[in-house]
């Protein structure tokens, strides 16, 4: 059974930090790569971030671009991340997935597996 558990959501002050947990069994890091997306209410899906699976390649959107840090731990089968300077409209809901390939994929239709969610909030 293939299975994705975000967790590390919480409420956060502007300018803090949180790190989020992908848990990944069911499949290997080696052949997936995992993405960060979120969707905050009444707001289209947004891809975060993506680690491949063939060389840990880092992309990220502009957005989050030098604040958050995608990171993987293969003997733990965990993907994380981290996130700086948070700003509210970094608030949503947090979704790790994977997808097939050695290398990221942008778009979120063609991951094969969704995590439940986790909610960030960055609210004063």
């Known amino acids: 059974q293939v299975q994705l558990v975000e967790s590390g959501g919480g409420l956060v002050q502007p300018g803090g930090s949180l790190r989020l947990s992908c848990a990944v069994s069911?499949?290997?890091?080696?052949?997936?790569?995992i993405g960060w997306f979120r969707q905050a209410p009444g707001k289209e899906r947004e891809g975060v971030s993506c680690i491949s699976s063939s060389d840990g390649s880092t992309y990220y959107a502009d957005s989050v671009k030098g604040r958050f840090t995608i990171s993987r731990d293969n003997a733990k089968n965990t993907v994380y991340l981290q996130m700086d300077s948070l700003k509210p409209e970094d608030t949503a809901v947090y979704y790790c997935?994977?997808?097939?390939?050695?290398?990221?994929?942008?778009?979120?239709?063609?991951?094969?597996?969704w995590g439940q969610g986790t909610q960030v909030a960055v609210s004063s």
């Open positions: 997935a994977g997808v097939r390939r050695r290398l990221c994929v942008s778009v979120g239709i063609q991951y094969d597996y």
């Open positions: 069911g499949f290997t890091l080696d052949y997936y790569s």
